[in-house]
């Protein structure tokens, strides 16, 4: 893997090191909740935009691989790049047309060509440089292409009641924020910074999944909470009782509490009449 700057969390944290480390037991399987929620959404949109036959795509931040699989297996795309920091869990299932490559995005130079879909879902929220980075992600869209981009969205606020969830999702976000740098706050602008780099058309919708016991979203929310439990610990606005209420408490009908949401943008790059589409 090369090497890239180190994020500017205020604990000098990473992803993948701090915390969901990819080498701890589940973590593979916490992806595949997540990816259970929303990769239906991402199809479609996908769908929506055209992206189909004959396209190539890369796919940052693949995880474990849903997206990239589905738009070769169902979308009909002709090849799929995924780039990862860690590369395991897409090695675990190579397909025709799959191209895996490990690298860290914020490493200058990590990635080079041209496509027509450039993608990346939960990956920017979780990393420093977001502006430069899609600055840099809206460079390796071709002619015609788009860039699509889908991260979490918190859609508490300060008259959300006071329920065990809402209390474990205020530590998450902070405890996240203080090690790794995870920053959802600034998700709403994508639109705007699309725009500025230089994309057209743009546009943005928002899926909230509901929380119903048992659901892959309500187990990828207990996942996460237990694999980032130190640093929910850390933030002094929750205790280990606190958690374990919380977990309960999604696994229960009692829950009536609003999941983060995943907004998705996208713009496209023009066609200028010397390049193809
Ligand atoms: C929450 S997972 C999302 C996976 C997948 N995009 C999805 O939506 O199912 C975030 C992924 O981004 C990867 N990632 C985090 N930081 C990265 C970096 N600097 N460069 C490349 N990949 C990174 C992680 O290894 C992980 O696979």
Redesign the pocket.
């Known amino acids: 893997m090369s090497a890239?700057p180190r994020?500017d969390a205020p604990g000098g944290g990473?992803?993948?090191e701090t915390v969901?480390r990819?080498e701890q037991a589940g973590e593979g399987e916490?992806?595949?909740f997540?990816?259970l929620a929303?990769?239906d959404i991402?199809m479609a949109r996908l769908h929506a935009l055209g992206v189909g036959p004959g396209w190539r795509c890369l796919?940052?931040?693949?995880?474990?691989?849903?997206?990239s699989r589905r738009l070769l297996d169902e979308a009909g795309v002709a090849s799929v790049l995924a780039?990862?920091?860690?590369v395991r869990?897409l090695d675990l299932r190579p397909v025709p047309g799959l191209d895996v490559l490990e690298?860290?995005?914020?490493?200058p130079g990590?990635v080079s060509g041209r496509f027509g879909l450039v993608?990346?879902?939960?990956?920017l929220m979780?990393?420093a440089e977001r502006e430069r980075l899609i600055t840099h992600l809206a460079e390796l869209v071709a002619p015609g292409g788009v860039l699509v981009l889908?991260d979490a969205v918190d859609l508490t606020s300060e008259r959300t009641p006071g329920t065990p969830y809402s209390a474990a999702m205020r530590a998450m976000w902070q405890g996240l924020r203080a090690t790794i740098g995870t920053d959802v706050s600034g998700v709403p602008a994508y639109p705007h910074l699309l725009r500025g780099a230089g994309l057209a058309s743009v546009a943005a919708e928002i899926h909230v999944p509901p929380l119903l016991p048992g659901s892959p979203i309500s187990r990828f929310w207990a996942d996460t909470w237990q694999r980032s439990r130190a640093a929910m610990l850390a933030t002094g606005l929750v205790d280990d009782t606190a958690v374990d209420t919380a977990l309960r408490y999604l696994d229960s009908d009692e829950c009536a509490d609003l999941s983060a949401g995943m907004l998705t943008a996208w713009g496209w790059k023009h066609a200028t009449a010397h390049e193809d589409a």
């Open positions: 890239a994020g990473r992803y993948g969901f990819p916490r992806i595949d997540g990816a929303y990769d991402t796919d940052v931040g693949a995880g474990t691989g849903t997206v780039v990862d920091r860690d869990f690298a860290d995005i914020t490493a990590a993608h990346a879902r939960f990956v979780h990393l889908s």
